[in-house]
């Protein structure tokens, strides 16, 4: 029982950390990016090749690149880096030149391409075989699966927490105003001589930091990840969260992670009546998708709005 | 050379496809101004309809206006449902973006409870490659490029001698003014929508054809192909989509000759991206016209 509840606590705090870091991309500034998952692959991958080390001998099938033996963080945050390293390569240049509708469609695509290559070109990360056999994050091989659970949900609590309060203070910086206002009218902001898309761009870095820390997370406590595990399809799931729990809001960000994406999931995973197994995944997409439309037609600012951190008390004499 | 001109023939096909389904997106862009994220899944929808149809005993043929005939009712059931409540509203585009995603899921995942994921095939195969002129074809290719010419020819016929077509280019071309002219607003777009669900139903049975497999995911994996076709013609310019889907189709197919044949929808999504980078302005000016 503990254990499903450690289980349940790590994965909402990883689909958290993931919709707190699209939040800083589509909350804060309006700007679509459907290729949110692509870049948890890449921290993820990272992640794993530079703390795994070379393939055993015995079935020497698995070809990556690096295979370096660094400890658990530090793997960790390289993989956030090079995250967040092919975040500012893509969309320093597409920020700063597309509508927000055609950017969806351009992060679409490079998802699509970034994936295709991942799976197809052996050399880099084995291709559709995926890496298996990833070295737990601390404390080598003893701990038990429970035990270790844990200790990702400590881990998972606590860097979700540092990045909620890095959201909270950029929201409330200069650069999370010249954003928000970006996003009502960008052609107010241009006539009061401001220009946001530097800012953006580097949301977009940091959301990306957050999704690299995410997919470490997450390959750490799977021991296993290929291509399978990142399918587009993926980040559409996560800008359903985001939608529905309130974009532009931190804590909209937070609920839609652990009740649309984990809550849905486990409510249609014990609902027998309709039906075999394999549909349960399928129930759980209908139902986002309509809980997406509702919310979307009767309360589009989700279901905490972003207005409501403004009740939080000023610091300033206003 | 011999594999470059074998290679055109293919890219031919696969154009003829990619026409008939940007087309249809092209069209109902050019009406109601935002982008479909669920068209690749009204292409897979006609496709099953038409699948069950003919493993009933159905005439191959009728099945396939079948397909179409119940995936046009689906697109307009998600205008009524979905998007047109919306749109009364005025919502941002990217609002209408995402409630399509949200139409997208349930049509996908609607699609995988009703038949399975299970590949399923049709009763009548494309046949056995024939010698026509340079090119390496089967008869399935003939007739499905055959029926992606006539139906566009049909579509052209319409959109330009008829009073409807003319009331529907009025529309694309300034809403307002149609509305004003006596041009009952909400049925144009609900016949909109029904067309372009025929063509796009048409579209998704010819793509199982030539993949050979039919798979809840074979329109969503097809979808970003057919934006390519539509945003090199200009979206929402029907004419010139099917100009887009001659380039997209050629490209794809004979950079499979050069490159692993495993990256060739990859370069349909790279030439996406170059294209909305290199020329944003280009596509912005043709937002809302017919041509």
């Known amino acids: 029982m503990l254990f499903f509840l450690t289980d349940l606590l790590v994965l909402g705090c990883i689909n958290g950390i993931m919709v707190v870091g699209l939040n800083l991309q589509y909350g804060y500034s309006g700007l679509l990016n459907f290729a949110f998952y692509a ?36 793997g960790l945050l390289l993989g956030g880096l090079a995250a967040a390293a092919v975040g500012g390569l893509v969309f320093s240049f597409t920020v700063p030149r597309l509508r927000s509708d055609y950017l969806g469609i351009v992060t679409v695509a ?109 390959v750490f406590y799977l021991t296993a990840w290929d291509p399978n595990s990142f399918l587009p399809l993926e980040s559409f799931f996560l800008m359903a969260a985001l939608v529905i729990g309130g974009s532009g809001n931190y804590w909209g960000a937070v609920l839609g992670a652990f009740v649309i994406l984990e809550g849905v999931n486990e409510v249609t995973r014990y609902v027998p009546t309709l039906g075999s197994s394999a549909n349960a995944g399928s129930i759980r997409a209908i139902a986002i998708g309509i809980l997406l439309i509702l919310i979307l037609r009767f309360r589009p600012a989700g279901l905490i709005p972003e207005r409501w951190l403004h009740w939080y008390p000023r610091a300033s004499s206003d | 050379m011999n594999a470059l001109v074998v290679a055109i023939g293919f890219g031919l096909v696969t154009s003829a496809i990619v026409a008939l389904a940007a087309v249809a997106v092209s069209l109902q862009i050019s009406v109601t101004n935002f982008i479909n994220f669920a068209y690749g899944d009204f292409m ?49 585009p990217v609002t209408l973006l995402i409630a399509g995603l949200g139409v997208a899921f349930i049509v996908q995942n609607g699609i995988i409870i009703l038949w399975g994921t299970d590949p399923q095939q049709f009763s009548v195969t494309i046949g056995d490659s024939l010698r026509v002129g340079p090119f390496l074809l089967t008869t399935g290719d ?68 030539e993949e050979g497999g039919l798979q809840p995911s074979v329109g969503f994996n097809e979808l970003f192909v057919v934006f390519g076709a539509v945003i090199l013609g200009g979206i929402g310019r029907p004419y010139g989509a099917m100009v887009g889907a001659l380039v997209v189709g050629l ?27 290199i020329r944003p302005q280009g596509i912005f000016t043709a937002l809302g016209k017919t041509y």
Not at chain 2, 258 to 266: H, I, L, M, S
């Open chain 1, 39 to 74: 870049f948890v692959a890449v921290g993820a991958y990272v992640a794993a090749v530079t703390t795994m080390g070379p393939p055993p001998s015995n079935f020497g099938v698995e070809t990556y690149i690096l295979q370096w033996s660094l400890p658990g963080p530090v």
């Open chain 1, 110 to 218: 490079a998802a699509f391409i970034i994936w295709t290559f991942i799976n197809n070109f052996i050399p880099l990360f084995d291709g559709a075989n995926g890496l298996f056999g990833i070295p737990h994050i601390i404390g080598g091989t003893s701990l038990s699966t429970e035990e270790y659970s844990l200790v990702m949900a400590g881990l998972g609590v606590i860097i979700l927490s540092a990045f909620i309060w890095a959201s909270r203070r950029i929201f409330r910086s200069p650069y999370g105003r010249l954003l928000r206002a970006t996003r009502e009218d960008e052609v107010v902001v241009a006539s009061l001589g401001r220009k946001a898309w530097h800012a953006q761009v580097w949301v977009y870095v940091a959301g990306c930091f957050m999704g690299g820390i995410a997919g470490g997370l997450y």
């Open chain 2, 44 to 92: 897979t929808f006609g496709a099953y309809v038409a699948w069950m149809a003919d493993t009933h005993g159905v005439n191959f043929f009728v099945a396939v206006a079948l397909g179409g005939i119940a995936t046009g009712l689906l697109g307009v059931a998600a205008n009524y449902l979905v998007f047109r409540p919306f749109m009364r509203r005025g919502v941002r």
């Open chain 2, 142 to 209: 003939l007739v499905i490029v055959a029926a992606s010419v006539s139906l566009l020819a049909l579509l052209h016929a319409m959109l330009r001698y008829t009073k409807f077509g003319k009331s529907l280019r009025a529309l694309s071309n300034n809403l307002d003014l149609a509305q004003a002219c006596g041009i009952n607003v909400e049925r144009m777009i609900a016949a909109t929508w029904f067309i372009c669900g025929i063509l796009t139903a048409v579209a998704g049975v010819a793509l199982v054809m």
């Open chain 2, 251 to 277: 490209m794809t197919e004979i950079s499979a000759i050069y490159v692993n044949a495993a990256y060739k929808t990859a370069i349909a999504f790279g030439i996406v991206i170059l294209l909305l980078l």
